[in-house]
């Protein structure tokens, strides 16, 4: 371990404003302190004063490579390395770096997915700087974020919507503000993601084709011993895990991300690592960053860090949860009951925002999390179902129930809930009453999203979140902005709210199937179960007119966007399919039958010794394996089948259904079948290592 002063390693890899203080003259600070606060546009001047210190740090510091870095909407980030060198006239080089290299960047777009953007208008894209994300030093390359647009505008990427959602938001929640008299600048979403993993040892690893290829295993019969005794979680960390755990935070720490709490999660070999909130789009690309880091981290420790969502079947599988919140640059979190009656009115009406955003917008928020990994986590009991519902806990359920019934509220003193004037009770902040399968919880100043999965960008989910509450505040503004009586208006307003979408809230047991029935056939809400079920809707009229109002999207962007993530989906489970059955044609059929062989020699064998023998435990494994080979081969030509069929399918629409009802269960019928042939075969002859061994190999 190279440093051990945290202070001083904190951040020592970031260009970030304790530098630029440092660095940059006064008047080049204020200038670009004007954009990263207030979204000004940057002086070219200013840019090139930014660019040379930038550059002369980052060389001090070890680099000799710049690149823009950005999220293209393959999930993954995107680097192209330029050096710093240009020649000089006497025959050497010169470290160079340009305001305009700075602001502007010419990556070869064509090769990231465009969902038909970049055909329809133009074939080049570029990356604009994003100055509110700080530059950092990354294997030995200054690292620049930016947000990666086609030349007419339109947004390849997953930033670029995030920072205009982020921009909505700020404008509405600031008339809501004005209307409250609450000073505030500008209003910022902050989120704090909380990211869980697994740890596979890398020898163990490299020998399963399908955790290589697909980062899941597709198939693996279940271990005597999984999770079932809960000793796991927040169990003591082995000390290789430790090891690995101290290595990464320093990494994190060095590159200005908050890596605070770290612990054992619920499945052998799955782990948790949660940062400090920071503003929406710094948390994003710090957890774009972390992901990157625990898997290059976890090589250097002779391990595979998996951030799939459901690495091993019947064992939990890795969820985010998203931590929200809302707050002023005046230190206000919006989401925080306040001191004084009029603070609490404001939160409640906040409050309200969410919950309408969330009942209006559940689609949205049930796609943004959508992918061909968490699809098997989301609704299986282990993770929140693909139903979106909000829990709030007992004291604001109280308090919403006494506003919408007109009835004393029964907390710490009781009156009649008016807003606005000094009756209002004082909240306070309820924390002890989790519902840990709420898929969106109320936890005492944020909301956690907890259907994202594992390797989702934060992105998505928080561009459907902030655009969706910018329009319930649009709405509440454009009402109470026309009111004469903004507290009578103002109580009539929040009551209504939450009286209207009452069936959102749901306090109960999230996981249980009468939750299913009451959720759909009662309460109306929708329960889209998997991508190619959830994707569709978002060119929904309503969806794209909200989107589209708040200018978070275009709509060639929403519609590119729809086919790019049910690509992403289709082309995953072609790849699973394709895996399968090079798996079964190529070692499991093989390796049963080499066992089969064993056992047909052995049975002759014995029975040459003596017709005594009766030769039972070969016999019937060799029936049972003979039969489960049959079953095999038929299921197998069954997937190749499906994979042609599917190879013909030109529409994205149709293909995503085929995968869902077709491809997917035929992938589990053969599964099945090669799971109990693995039970009734000798591990000597298996060809892949077990579930036992994958999932106790960090020792
Ligand atoms: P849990 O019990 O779910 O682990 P924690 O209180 O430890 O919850 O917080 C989890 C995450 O929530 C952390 O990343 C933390 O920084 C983040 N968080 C805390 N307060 C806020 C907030 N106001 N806004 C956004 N995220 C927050
Ligand atoms: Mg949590």
Known sequence: MEKTNIPELFGSLVFDDRVMRARLSDDVYASLKKTIDENEKLDEKVADAVAEEMKNWAIENGATHFTHWFQPLTGVTAEKHDSFISPSPDGG?????????????????????????????????????????????????????????????????????????????????????????????????????????????????????????????????????????????????????QEYMSDLNQELWKLGILAKTEHNEVAPAQHELAPIYSTTNVATDANQLTMEIMKKVASRHGMECLLHEKPFAGVNGSGKHNNWSIGTDTGINLLSPGKTPYENAQFL??????????????????????????????????????????????????????????????????????????????????????????????????????????SNSIACCNIMLNAAVAESLRQYADELEKSANFEEDLHALIKRVITDHQRILFDGNGYGDEWVKEATEVRGLSNLKTTADAMPHLLDAKNKEMLMAHK????????????????????????????????????????????????????????????????????????????????????????????????????????????????????????????????????????????????????
């Open 93 to 241: 080089v010169l470290m160079e770096f340009s305001g305009k290299e700075l602001i502007k960047g010419e990556p070869d777009a064509s090769s990231f997915p465009s969902g038909g953007l970049r055909a329809t208008f133009e074939a080049r894209g570029y990356t604009a700087w994003d100055p509110t994300s700080y530059a950092f030093i990354k294997d030995k390359t200054l690292c620049i974020p930016t947000a990666f647009c086609s030349y007419s505008g339109e947004a390849l990427d997953k930033k670029t919507p995030l920072l205009r959602s982020m921009q909505a938001i700020n404008k509405q929640a600031k008339r809501i503000l004005k209307l409250f008299g609450t000073d505030a600048n500008y209003v910022r979403t902050s989120v704090g993601p909380e990211q869980e993993y697994f740890l596979v040892d890398k020898e163990v690893f490299n020998k399963r084709p399908d955790l290589k290829y697909t980062g899941r295993t597709l198939f693996g019969a279940m271990p005597p011993k999984g999770q079932e005794m809960d000793d796991h979680y927040f169990g003591v960390i082995k000390p290789r895990v």
């Open 349 to 454: 009406l906040f409050l309200c925002a969410v919950i309408q955003a969330v009942d209006d917008y559940q689609d949205l928020l049930r796609l943004s999390v959508a992918t061909a990994g968490n699809d098997h986590r989301l609704g299986a009991n282990e993770a929140p179902p693909a139903i979106i519902s909000i829990f709030l806990g007992d004291e604001l359920t109280a308090i919403l129930d006494a506003i919408r019934n007109d009835t004393p509220y029964e907390g710490t003193e009781k009156v009649v809930m008016k807003l606005g004037v000094s009756s209002l009770p004082r909240f306070s902040r309820d924390t002890t009453d989790r519902n840990r399968t709420s898929p969106f919880a109320f936890t005492g100043n944020k909301f956690e999203f907890r259907s994202l999965g594992s």
């Open 552 to 699: 978070v999207f275009t709509e060639a962007e929403l519609e590119s966007r729809c086919e790019i993530m049910l690509e992403n989906y289709v082309k995953q489970v072609n790849i699973e399919g394709l895996t399968m059955v090079d798996m079964v044609r190529k070692n499991y059929l093989p390796a049963i039958e080499r066992y089969l062989f064993r056992l047909a020699e052995t049975t002759s064998l014995m029975r040459q010794v003596s017709d005594k023998v009766k030769c039972n435990y070969e016999v019937s494994t060799m029936e049972r394996l003979s039969e489960l080979t049959d079953h095999i081969l038929d299921s197998v030509k069954d997937l190749e089948e499906a994979l042609k069929t599917f190879k013909g399918l030109s529409d994205v629409f149709k293909s995503s259904e085929f995968v869902r009802d077709e491809m997917l269960p035929k992938m589990d019928t053969l599964r099945s079948y090669v799971d109990e042939a693995e039970m009734l075969t000798s591990q000597k002859d298996w060809p892949f290592p077990s579930y036992g061994q994958l999932l106790f190999s960090v020792n």
